[in-house]
């Protein structure tokens, strides 16, 4: 994503050209890959593409997604990397291409209740975001529901 008055669209690929969009001194906003999973997951799809090299040390880890979408709807840094739902809730960020679904582990939200948890109301609630109406919910929402 990039802040919403400097929108581009950029293919993501092995071929991208990651220095020159930066430029000399730019950065790119991440959940900090050692602790928040999107960032996990934007480590993958950089080593996998072989992106790695020029993101790392160019990387400005935030203690979540939320405080990296801050940092480039502020203008801080010219890119961030969160997910599309993140960056669909606010106005000041443009989204301005997404990684291949292949250069990363599938991200998943599993559902479930705890051994302990199984009251009525746990239950209602699991059927409810399990069935067609949770499922619209999610996909007015940006996620695919399966």
């Known amino acids: 994503m990039t802040p919403r008055d400097q929108a581009q669209q950029i293919a993501i690929d092995a071929g ?70 993140d960056a669909a809730t606010t106005p000041r960020v443009a989204i301005a291409g997404t990684f291949p679904a292949a250069s990363h582990e599938p991200i998943v939200y599993p559902f479930a209740i705890p051994r302990t948890g199984g009251t009525p109301q746990a239950r209602a609630l699991l059927e409810f975001i399990a069935g067609p109406q949770g499922a619209e919910i999610f996909t007015r929402r940006g996620f695919r529901t399966e």
């Open 16 to 85: 991208l050209d990651l220095a020159s969009i930066l430029g000399p001194n730019g950065r790119i906003a991440v959940g900090d890959p050692a602790n928040v999973p999107a960032g996990i997951y934007t480590r993958q799809a950089l080593t996998r593409l072989g992106l790695s090299g020029i993101a790392e040390p160019r990387l400005s880890r935030a203690e979540n997604v939320r405080g990296a979408l801050l940092l480039v709807g502020r203008g801080e840094v010219p890119l961030g990397i969160v997910y599309a739902t």
